[in-house]
């Protein structure tokens, strides 16, 4: 029997091809890349973690934190990052945003790479985003890249120890190291 897989050219038509599908993957110059599934229970808490402690810092109540299971729609494709921070107009049926104004990605060994290359300069290419922010799911640790009031995006700042911070000034807020990694590492 000869199963046919439509042709797959845009970032529309990998969208209605992947909804609904089983296994992750990602939509990257016109190729579908496989990602990894199945993360450690680490990953699973600081990703959980950090989704919890925005949604609840964020005063906006046009804001909408969401997941892994929903879409960004970059220069390159679409990519499904750990947690996110967008606006929530639209139909709440969409599957991406253009616009996420906060991306997070979560380290794991197979991420390191691509989470502080490739990903890094197709988000902070977004006019939308003012912070990517790359977490160590081993330490407290965590880079973060913040838009200037120039418009334009430094080399990642790294913060590192319990006793820290992460300053998110595009909202106004602060996410201390001690809430984000409690009982994580």
């Known amino acids: 029997m000869n199963i046919q897989v439509p042709t797959i050219r845009t ?3 990998f969208l209605r091809w992947n909804e609904g599908r089983e296994g ?3 939509f990257v110059d016109g190729r579908i890349v496989e990602m990894m599934t199945g993360g450690s229970r680490r990953h699973a808490e ?3 973690q950090l ?10 109540p046009t804001l909408r934190v969401t997941a892994a299971d929903f879409g960004v729609r970059t220069p390159h494709g679409i990519r499904y990052p750990d947690v996110l921070i967008h606006r929530g107009e639209g139909d709440g049926r969409d599957l991406a945003t253009p616009e996420p104004l906060l991306v997070a990605e979560i380290l794991s060994p197979s991420s390191l ?3 502080f290359g490739e990903k890094a300069r197709e ?3 977004l006019p939308s985003l003012l912070h990517y922010l790359v977490l160590s799911q081993d330490e407290p640790r965590v880079w973060l890249w913040a838009r200037g009031e120039d418009g334009a995006f430094g080399s990642p700042e790294m913060i590192v120890g319990r006793e820290e911070s992460v300053a998110l000034a595009g909202f106004g807020l ?5 809430d984000l990694y ?4």
Do not use: C, S, W
């Open 123 to 125: 988000y902070t290419a």
């Open 11 to 13: 970032a529309d038509d």
């Open 174 to 178: 602060a996410l201390p190291l001690a």
């Open 24 to 26: 992750k993957r990602e």
């Open 51 to 60: 989704a919890f402690l925005l949604k609840q810092a964020l005063a906006d």
């Open 113 to 115: 790479a691509l989470d």
């Open 46 to 48: 600081l990703f959980l």
């Open 182 to 185: 409690r009982g994580i590492a």
